[in-house]
């Protein structure tokens, strides 16, 4: 199989920095010769790479010796820079090494900081990996057909003198099974180096783009916060006509769409309808694998491009990508970005070497958590997306996840941080914003004043358990107050607490609950240091300094009650709901909350709650797993749990305090012995029962006979 590697050149700096020589410190006290002065300063190394299509011709030149590449030379050259940093192992995680050495072994590194482009003219002596040829050199009489065509379009020379590169380009190309354009901003151009494959592009053209490109030039993509909202965004953009996501498609087979290595949607147009192929990380949102590792590496995207080229490659025949392609292409960008540089020295030489891009020995994990959906970008496909919206289907799923766990669900996309783990899409968009913000706050030291935090639920729904577990990671001193136990003159002692961790310099994890108790009449103290970051103690006035804020209601089950005075006791709730809002002084101190969570617990959130039944299961199969492991768990951690019994606690028990009430119902009931499984005879009695159920008459004749 020939393959042709057409593009734009870079040249790629790396900028690293090191410790002084070793020679340059000077024991106090000892003999010996002084050092030179300038071994008394930092080392620094730049290193010159070439990148853009040579990246990608050395990514294809490993796996494919027989590929072809030209560059497109412009009369410019385009570098860029990149701070380098080395990692070292702390407390089992990767860590950036500020004062790294790079011994006999070598070192890993990632990007620390990407710095910028210059433009300079073309030089004639040619940077480290230099591998396509000059576009004068392209002899195209001599070389022949192509199978495949990579264009490496970065917006540059490729076209600049787009009519020069067709014209060369049209003999060699036109018979190819497969034409990849990877494809960068700006993405409305209309210079178009495929222009002169126009009728091959209908039938074997594939653009590839990026979410981020997309983004840039208009469209909302909210990979961020789950795939259900990118299928309703795509749906949204492809229904505009001579829309971006109309334009990209008009004159090829496919358009890609890379959302980082998180997930890659496939469009085509079937029967004048635009239908979707999304391959998707089903745990993890855009953006995950980077925070795993601290640094990033550059080229995930021609990393993706070169493996989707490989995937196919090795069938035999080039073709247009399948799902199988995508797959494989995915898994191999998410183990790239996983990746590091290898840095070694030979003398004062610093020499470097790239991640690795395979297709083979692919991590099998990574493969199986790559969901598939398929549909048509209509409004009633789309809703079909995520968990099946059928009761019985639904029930019959939740069995599963009690009897087998969460694995049962891997194809569904879902969100885990910690114990945490959810497939209620309201959930999943809110905890990862949350997660987002928290995270950008906790990495900033310059923001000195507390962040502010809302989260409501009904009781027993894990409100504060669900941000220790998001934040888990940063180690955070807790801090946990019940408002409902105490008066106004008790705060300044809580803030001086959490004052006293900021001045040791740590970020205490602060809980306010029930925060809304008591009639509102504590919401105003919080003003003050919500906004200003200060507390008043008697005629002093003291910064708190850095701090999150959790607010967890205790009689608004939701935002938008307790916004709209749903919770307020009656005495309070009287005359004119908004001058009583105003005097407690509740839109200011909504106001001031940076975010908010509404977390919906095991129970019904109203008629429309379709999700609770998936929810409840997920939290039986971990209080099974915590409690009654050795009893319940058993035939390779399968739930024995009676067919009854298990669709009553799903799916008749009326919980009246939540997933407390659950756990209750569970721990008060008489399993014993290892493998003696779950039976009606092994509820507690009806009265105990009644503490914790709405429903028990009809529970129980449901948990006897279905």
């Given amino acids: 199989m020939k393959i042709l590697i057409l593009g734009d050149p870079t040249v790629d700096q790396h900028y690293l920095t090191l410790p002084p020589h070793p020679s340059g410190t000077i024991q ?65 995680k990767q860590v950036i090494d500020r004062a790294p050495t790079i011994g006999a072994t070598g070192a890993a590194a990632r990007i620390d900081q990407f710095d910028g482009y210059s433009e300079r003219p073309a030089r004639s002596d040619k940077a480290e990996g230099t591998v396509a040829k000059p576009f004068a050199e392209w002899d195209d009489a001599a070389l022949g057909p192509y199978d495949v065509v990579y264009l490496n379009d970065a917006g540059g020379g490729l076209r600049q003198r787009c009519a020069e590169v067709t014209g060369k380009l049209g003999p060699v190309a036109d018979g190819a099974s497969l034409i990849l354009h990877k494809r960068h901003l700006p993405l409305s151009d209309d210079r178009d180096p495929c222009s002169i494959l126009a009728v091959r592009m209908k039938t074997a053209g594939v653009r590839l783009v990026s979410a981020n490109d997309l983004r840039r030039e208009g469209l909302r993509l909210r990979g961020d916060l789950s795939w259900h909202a990118v299928v309703e965004d795509l749906a949204e953009a492809g229904a505009v006509e001579g829309g971006l996501v109309a334009t990209l498609l008009k004159d090829c087979a496919q358009v890609l769409i890379l959302f980082d290595v998180e997930a890659v949607a496939q469009l085509k147009r079937v029967e004048g309808e635009i239908r979707i192929d999304l391959i998707f990380d089903t745990r993890g949102a855009e953006g995950a694998v980077d925070g795993e590792l601290p640094g990033a590496v550059y080229g995930k995207m021609n990393a993706f491009g ?129 997660y987002r913000l928290l995270r950008s706050y906790l990495e900033d030291p310059r923001r000195s004043k507390p962040i502010s935090i809302g989260v409501f639920g009904p009781p027993g729904s894990g409100k504060s358990f669900g941000i220790k577990e998001l934040l888990a990671d940063w180690e955070l001193p807790i801090k946990e107050y019940n408002l409902s136990e105490i008066d106004a003159e008790t705060l300044p002692g809580y803030f001086q607490e959490l004052r006293d961790a900021s001045l040791q310099g740590k970020v205490p994890l602060c809980f306010f609950d029930e925060f809304d108790s008591g009639g509102c009449e504590l919401v105003a103290r919080f003003l003050a240091p919500m906004q200003d970051g200060t507390f008043r103690d008697g005629n002093r006035t003291h910064p708190i300094g850095r701090a999150v804020f959790v607010f967890a209601g205790g009689t608004a089950k939701r935002m938008k009650d307790f916004a709209s005075g749903e919770g307020l006791p009656p005495g309070r709730a009287t005359g004119d709901m908004a001058k009583t809002l105003a005097a407690l002084k509740v839109p200011d101190f909504l106001s001031r909350l940076s975010g908010v969570i509404d977390v919906r617990g095991p129970s019904p959130d109203g008629a429309n709650d379709r999700d609770y039944i998936l929810r409840r299961a997920i939290l039986l199969r971990s209080i099974l797993k915590r409690h009654v492991k050795d009893s319940v768990l058993v035939r390779k951690r399968a739930a024995d749990i009676a067919d009854p019994l298990l669709d009553a606690l799903l799916d008749v028990a009326e919980l009246k305090f939540g997933a407390r009430s659950l756990e209750k119902i569970v721990t008060m009931s008489r399993i014993e012995g290892t493998g003696a499984g779950f039976r009606i005879s092994d509820l507690p009695p009806e009265h105990l029962l009644e503490m914790h159920l709405a429903n028990v008459a009809e529970f129980v004749a449901a948990a006897k006979d279905g």
């Fill in 28 to 92: 106090t006290g000892t003999a010996g010769p002084v050092p030179e002065d300038w071994k008394r300063y930092r080392r620094y190394h730049l290193i010159d790479r070439a990148g853009g299509v040579h990246l990608t011709a050395r990514t294809l030149k490993n796996l494919r010796p027989d590929a072809f590449a030209v560059e497109r030379e412009s009369g410019r050259e385009l570098w860029s820079l990149a701070t380098m940093a080395c990692l070292k192992t702390k407390n089992d």
């Fill in 306 to 434: 070169c493996a989707l080229v490989m995937a196919i490659a090795r069938e035999g025949a080039a073709a247009l990508p399948d799902d199988k392609h995508l797959r494989t292409a995915l898994a191999a960008a998410r183990r790239y970005a996983r990746d590091t540089f290898r840095l070694s020295m030979t003398g004062t030489d610093l020499s470097i070497g790239e991640p690795n891009v395979t297709i083979n020995a692919l991590d099998e994990d990574d493969v199986k958590r790559l969901g598939h959906w398929s549909g048509r970008l209509t409004p009633r496909d789309v809703q079909s997306f995520g968990a099946p919206k059928g009761r019985t289907t639904r029930l019959d799923l939740a069995r599963k996840i009690v009897r087998e766990g969460t694995g049962r669900i891997e194809h569904l996309p879902s969100a885990k941080f910690g114990d945490l783990f959810t497939v209620d899409r309201r959930e999943m968009e809110s905890y990862r914003a949350i």
